[in-house]
C-alpha cells in the first residue's frame, strides 16, 4: 500500500527446526519457507514426508511474486475454504500460537479448531497469529504425510480440490505382518466453506488393515461426511467427489510402495508417483533463403523486442497526457434484460457520484450528437444503453472526472433502478427454444446429401459443444481522445486492431466527416480479433464525452472489465449426420451448427461463414449439406478470435472422423488417409485445390515423427499402466487466407525518403506483436536496397494510409506487403534514373543525396488489391480464399486417468508457409498459435450464470473475469518436446515474395492435442470395459477428462450414469 509501514518483528519471522516440530513465524513469507524446507529436506531425517509435503504444495502455490510477499499467517487467518496449504497443514497436526497485548501468556490452538467456516476463525479481535508449529513424527514410527491438489492449470492456479493426509501404521506380528492402522488424518480444501476433516472416516478406520477394502471404505465414508449437492457453490460436485477418492487411492498406492508392499498391482505403481516434469526443449528446421533475396527470408529480429522485454516500448495507456486531461469510467449495466426505469426523465441517479471530487461531468445517450447505433455489418447496437439493457455489461453511460481513481469511484456510485424482463436467454439451446436468432439460416451444400445418406452403408449421428475463449491480451483497452477546437477536428489513440473502422463510427456517432477524425495505433499489446470491434464502443463514448466537455479525455479499462464487456470466442453447438462405407470412405455429411452471438450481430455472422467454408477442413464428403444459424442471447456481444470459426470447424470435422473410425474399429490416421482430398479436387464451395501439399506434409511427418513406432510405444505404456495413459494423434489443417469479403482484399502503404536516405514507411496494419512491422521493414529494404536500419515505421494512422482494412485474417502481411513493395518499387524506379552506369556503384546516402538534388521524388503511395477474388455467396455456392496455408501435427500426451491432469510430450508441426518472409517470426507465430489452441481446447472455459447450471452465480454475469478465475496455457504447459519445420520446396504465386499467411493457422492444429487426450480416455474407459464410442465436449478441462475415464470412482461419485456423465458447461 502507498506510503504504508511494514514492521518487522523477529518472532514473526522465526524459522526453526527442532527435534519435534518445525517452528514458523506467521510473517515468514511462502518464499522464505520454501527455501527452508528445501534445506530441512536435504538433511534426510525421518519426517514422515512433512517438508516434502509443504514443498509439494509450496511448489504450485500461487506466482513467485505472491509467495515472495504472502505470508503463512495471512493464508492460515484467511480461512479461505479452497487454500490448498491449509489441508496440509491441518494434517500435520499444525498449532498456532496466538498472543494479545495485555497477556505474555501465549494461547495455542489446533489448527483443526481454528476454523469456524467461510472466512470465519477461533480468533479473538485483539489477538495475534504469532508462530505455527508442526509437530515432527517419532522417527521410527511409520508415519506418512502426503498432499494433493488438482487445479485448472498446473501453476498458479487455486486447487479445485486440495487434501493432506497423513496415517500412522503399525504392523502386526499376526497376519503375516500386516499393517494396520493406528491414527489417521484427512484433510480437505474445496470440499465445505472451510477447510474440513473427515473426523468420522478418520476414527472408523483405526486398527482396520492398511488394504485397498480399507480404502474403498474410507472413500464411501468420506464421501458421506462431504456431501455436494448440484449447486453447491464452486460447481462441479461430481467430479469433487471423485478426486477426493482419487487422492485417497493415490495416497494409498504411494504408501504401500514405500512400505515396499506385494498387494498393488504393478500396473497400478504410476498411480502413487508423482509427476516430475523435466526441462522443455525444442527443435526448428527452415529451409535455406532463396539466393536472390538479400533482406527477405533472413530472421530479423523483431524490431519491438528489445523495448519490449526492457519495458520501453509504448502504448496508448504510456502516451503522456495534456495538460488538464480528464479521466472516464464506464458506468455499465449490472442486470440482463431489463428495463432502465424513467429512461426519458432521469436516466440515473447521479447525485452520490456528482459529490465525488473531481466530478465534472455525467455523459448518456441524450448527448450524442450523432447516431446512437454503430456496429460492424449492421448498425444494432446503442453506444449508450437508452431504453432496454440487453445484457450485464453494456455502457449506460460515462462518468467524467479530474483524475481516474476519482472517475473510477464515481462511477462505481452511480444508482440505476432496472426493471427485469422475461424471458432472459443465455445457451444456445435457450435461443433455440425461444427461436432467437440473426437473420435467415444461411446454408451451403454440394451434391444430394438426402440421397446418399439413405444409401450409405453407415450412418452414425452425434452432437458437438465448443466453448468460448477469452482473448486474454496483455494489454487492455485504452484510448485518450482529443478534442480541437480548430476545424472540429478529433485526434484519437487507441489501442484497436481496425482504426479505419473506429474512424467510421467515431465520425457516425460524432455527425461528422470521417477527415475530422484521424485514430493513431503505434502498437498494441495482443489483439487476437479482440480489438477488431469491440473495443472500438468505449472509445467512441469517450470521443463524445470529450466533444461535449471540450478537453481531451483518457480511458483505461481494467481487466475484469475488459473480460466482462469485450466479449469472446463464440461457443458453437453441432448436430452431425455422416454417411460413410465399410471401408470408411465418406459418402455423405449433413451438419446443423448454431453458435452464441450475444446481443448484437458484430461479427458473428462472418464467423459462422468461415466456420461452413472450413467444415471439410481437408477430406472430401462428397455430399455435403451445412445449416448454420446464428443466435441472439443476453451475454455481452461476441466476436472474432484468431481463427474466426476456423477453430470450431476443425473440431467438428475431426470429431466426425474419431466417431466413424471407432465405429469401424480402426485407427483415425487410416481414416482421414482415405478421405484426403487430392490436387485438383473442387472443395465443397467449387473453388480448385492448388498447389495441394496436405498429402506431402503427412507423409514427411509420419517419418519424422516416428508415429508408427510411438504408436506401438503408446500401446505397450498402456497395457502396462493403469491409471496413467498416453494418446498420439495426428491432424492435418487447410486454412483458407483471403477476406470472404472482396472489398476488404485490398491496402495502402506511404514511403517518406529523407534527405539523410533514412527511410519513413507507414502501412495499413497494426503491429500487435505478431511481427508485421519487422516484415514491412524488411520488405521495403529488399525493394529499395538500403540496410533494414535505414527504415523505421512510427504507427498506424488514418491520415496516413486511408480506409485500411483490419488487421485480421492472417492477410496483412499479405496485402500490406504488396502496397509496401508497390510503393518502394516506384522509389526504385526514379532512383534508378540516378545511377546510369551500372559498373558504378553508389551507396544508399549518395544515391538519396543525388535524387534529392536532381529533384526526384522521394515520397511514393502504394496500394494492392488482390486479384480475382470474390464476394461469399451461399446462395450460388460460392467462395473464394486467395490460397490455402497447409500444416500437420502430431501431439502426444500423457493423462492422469485418477485426476484429469495432463501433459503435452512431444509435439512436431510441420508447416506450409512456402517462403517465409521471416523464419523466426513465422516459428513463433505457429508456436505461440498452437499453445493458444491449446488453451481453447483444454483448459480455458467461461463461466456464466444462468437459471439452471449455475444457479449460484448471478444470471447473466461472468464468473471468470480475470487471472484468479480464467485459466490461460502456463509454462508448465508447453510441450516437453517441440519440433517445429517449415516445409521446403513450397512456392505460393498468389502472395508476397511466395510466402503465406501464418498468423491463424497453427491454432487449428492444437486439435491434435484434443484428439490425443481422448484417446488416452479412450484406452482408459475400454481397460474399464467402456468400449462403445463417447462424446467429449470441448474445452477437454481436467473435469472432463477425469470423468470421461468411467471407473469404480466416477460410479460413486455419479451412481447409475457415470459411463455417460457430462459436466455441465457454457455453450
Partial sequence: MESATYPTQKELQELNRTADSLIIGAGVTFTHLRAKLIEWNKEKNNDGGTCQALLDQLNHLASTQIRNVASIGGNIVAALPISDFNPVLQAAGAILELHRAESTTPRFISLCDFFLGHHRVSMADDEVLVAVHIPLPDPSSKCFLRAFKQARRRDDSKGIVSAGFRVQLEQSDANNGQWHIVSACFSFGGMASSTIMTTNTQQALVGLPWTRTTIVKACEMALNEMPLYEQSPG???????????????????????????????????????????????????????????????????????????????????????????????????????????????????????????????????????????????????????????????????????????????????????????????????????????????????????????????????????????????????????????????????????????????????????????????????????????????????????????????????????????????????????????????????????????????????????????????????????IRARVCKTHLPSNTAFRGFGGPQAILISETIVEHVATYLRLDPFTIRNLNLYKDGDLTHYGQPLEHWNIPRILNQLIQSSDFLQRQKNIEEFNRTNTYRKRGLTIVPNKFGIGFPMKYLNQAGALVHIYKDSSVLLTHGGVEMGQGIDTKMISIAAEVLGCNVDRVRISETSTDKVHNTSPTSGSVSSDINGMAVRHACEQLRQRLDTISVDKSVIISWENLVRQAYFARIDLCAHGFYATPDMIDLDFTQNRAKANYFTQGAAVTEVELDALTGDWHLLRVDILMDVGRSLNPQIDIGQIEGGFMQGVGLYTMEELIWGDNKQFKWIKAGQLLTQGPDTYKIPSFSDVPLDMRISLLSDSLNPRAIYSSKGIGEPPLLLAASAFFALKQACMAYREQQGFSDYFTLHSPATVERLRMACADEFTQRACPNKHQIFQPRGCY
Fill in 235 to 625: 460447481g462441479q460436485p461430481e467430479y469433487r467427489r471423485t478426486l477426493v477418492q482419487s487422492f485417497l487411492y493415490k495416497f494409498y498406492v504411494n504408501v504401500c510402495t514405500e512400505l515396499r508392499q506385494s498387494s498393488v498391482d504393478s500396473t497400478h505403481l504410476s498411480a502413487g508417483h508423482p509427476y516430475q516434469r523435466p526441462v522443455s526443449h525444442g527443435q526448428q528446421a527452415i529451409p535455406e533463403r532463396p539466393p536472390s533475396q538479400k533482406v527477405v527470408g533472413s530472421s530479423l529480429s523483431h524490431r519491438s523486442a528489445y523495448l519490449q522485454t526492457t519495458g520501453q516500448a509504448t502504448y496508448t495507456d504510456d502516451i503522456p497526457s495534456l495538460i488538464n486531461t480528464l479521466h472516464g469510467a464506464l458506468v455499465l449495466s449490472s442486470e440482463a434484460n431489463a428495463l432502465i426505469k424513467d429512461i426519458d426523465d432521469s436516466i440515473t441517479d447521479i447525485r452520490a457520484a456528482s459529490q465525488v471530487p473531481g466530478f465534472v461531468s455525467f455523459i448518456s445517450h441524450n448527448d450524442v450528437p450523432g447516431s446512437n447505433y454503430v456496429g460492424c455489418e449492421v448498425y444494432d447496437e446503442e453506444i449508450f444503453v437508452s431504453s432496454i439493457a440487453p445484457c450485464i455489461g453494456v455502457i449506460i453511460g460515462v462518468v467524467v472526472c479530474e483524475t481516474e481513481q476519482s472517475a473510477q469511484m464515481a462511477a462505481s456510485l452511480v444508482r440505476i433502478e432496472y426493471e427485469l424482463l422475461t424471458p432472459t436467454i443465455f445457451t444456445i439451446e435457450d435461443a433455440i427454444a425461444h427461436d432467437s436468432y440473426f437473420d435467415e439460416e444461411q446454408c451451403l451444400r454440394d451434391g444430394d446429401v438426402d440421397k446418399n445418406l439413405i444409401e450409405a452403408e453407415h450412418i452414425l449421428e452425434g452432437t458437438l459443444l465448443i466453448g468460448g475463449q477469452e482473448h486474454f491480451y496483455l494489454e487492455t483497452n485504452s484510448c485518450m481522445v482529443i478534442p480541437s477546437h480548430d476545424d472540429n477536428e478529433v485526434i484519437v489513440y487507441l489501442s484497436t486492431q481496425d482504426p479505419s473502422k473506429a474512424q467510421q463510427l467515431i465520425a457516425l456517432a460524432l455527425g461528422r466527416d470521417s477527415s475530422h477524425i484521424s485514430c493513431h495505433v503505434k502498437r498494441i499489446g495482443g489483439g487476437f480479433g479482440g480489438k477488431e470491434s469491440r473495443g472500438i464502443l468505449p472509445c467512441i463514448a469517450i470521443s463524445i464525452a470529450a466533444v461535449k466537455i471540450g478537453r481531451a479525455i483518457r480511458l483505461n479499462i481494467e481487466r475484469q472489465t475488459d473480460i466482462c464487456i469485450t466479449g469472446h470466442r463464440n461457443p458453437f453447438k453441432a448436430n452431425y449426420k455422416v454417411g460413410f462405407t465399410g471401408k470408411g470412405y465418406f459418402t455423405a455429411l449433413d451438419v446443423q451448427m448454431w453458435s452464441n452471438a450475444g446481443c448484437s450481430l458484430d461479427l458473428s455472422l462472418n464467423i459462422m461463414q468461415k466456420a461452413m467454408l472450413h467444415m471439410c477442413n481437408c477430406y472430401r464428403f462428397h455430399n455435403i449439406r
